[in-house]
């Protein structure tokens, strides 16, 4: 296991000043892109690419579209193993496989994490002192395990519609982290390694702009209408738009914001309600809607609950979770 020390001598991302000018640039645009690339896979990038946080902020415009890429590639992965096998279960499990090995677990550590730290969790600190822990809990492996299930079973289910849902999931999926990251204070941990990091990516919260904001979102748009027939295409952005709020409101009643561990489980919570959405539209249309919207609020109350008791206990003297004694 990587030592906390390690880890701080890493630095923040850069040899250069924190505090520097931006430009508009091609140039300077195009390293934001691969920025991004380097940041959300395992891709090798040019060595002039670093990970300057305020370049890391301005590159989360282009999330969405390194999230087409990614699922784009899913999508080859599953049509080449659904036409080799002749199995939409396995096309399903060897694509997902694939965008795991593409982005380095790099979201699904984040829901473990997220999973183990509201499980374990009852106080803010508790939480983060849980999610900066480099081990994996009960919450996070049963969670992570039961997400998988399902993703793949949706995948399966969805057949030779499936690699458009995993082009726009993808993409949607990601599409969450700009406003999340620009709406939300980012929380910092005394007890996260790369807090000198992310102290300094909070800090550049302006620069993700109203200019970048709309880039997110008409990729986004683009790539869903482009992808997907309107009807689904307007469904997968209702989604998006019903994932922003509830995790906004999520993550500042539990976190007072957001940190990168909950970014990765929106990210991976967004990607599996578009296939479910999707799918329930393929098989029943309009009438299985209505129930999938109860089972979405029969799952969502008790994390409602526990919102609005963490909230009530914050007024009040400090409560201990009883998983935490």
Not at 8 to 22: I, K, M, N, Q, Y
Not at 135 to 158: E, F, N, Q
Not at 162 to 183: I, Q
Not at 273 to 282: G, K, P, V
Request: charged content about 10%; proline content about 5%; some cysteine.
């Amino acid at each position: 296991m990587i030592s906390s020390d390690e880890i701080r001598a890493r630095g923040v991302g850069t040899t250069g000043p924190l505090e520097r000018e931006f430009g508009t640039s091609v140039s300077e645009e195009m390293g934001c892109a691969v920025t991004a690339v380097m940041f959300l896979t395992r891709v090798p990038c040019p060595v002039w690419c670093e990970l300057h946080p305020g370049v890391l902020m301005r590159s989360m415009a282009w999330f969405p579209l390194v999230g087409t890429a990614v699922g784009a590639f899913c999508a080859w992965c599953f049509e080449c193993a659904l036409h080799a096998f002749g199995s939409s279960y396995l096309a399903a499990s060897l694509s997902t496989m694939a965008g795991v090995w593409l982005c380095g677990c790099f979201h699904e550590d984040g829901l473990c994490d997220s999973l183990d730290g509201f499980g374990g969790g009852w106080t803010q600190a508790q939480i983060l002192r849980i999610m900066t822990d480099s081990r994996v809990g009960s919450y996070g492996v049963i969670g992570a395990s039961l997400w998988l299930s399902a993703k793949v079973a949706a995948l399966a289910a969805l057949g030779e519609a499936a690699p458009g849902a995993l082009v726009v999931g993808h993409a949607l999926g990601r599409a969450t982290c700009a406003p999340l990251v620009r709406f939300n204070p980012y929380i910092l941990s005394a007890d996260d390694a790369k807090s000198d990091f992310y102290g300094a990516f909070a800090a550049a919260a302006p620069l993700l702009t109203v200019a970048r904001l709309a880039l997110a979102a008409a990729t986004s748009l683009v790539v869903a209408f482009a992808v997907l027939p309107a009807a689904q295409a307007q469904l997968a952005l209702a989604v998006l738009l019903v994932a922003l709020p509830f995790a906004s409101a999520y993550g500042r009643t539990l976190l007072s914001g957001v940190v990168g561990d909950f970014l990765g489980a929106v990210v991976c919570a967004t990607e599996l309600a578009i296939y479910l959405a999707l799918l329930a539209h393929r098989h029943a249309s309009a009438r299985a809607l209505p129930p999938l919207a109860k089972l979405l609020v029969f799952l969502a109350l008790p994390h409602l609950v526990r919102a609005a008791s963490v909230r009530a206990s914050a007024a009040g003297p400090a409560a201990t979770h009883p998983k935490s004694s």
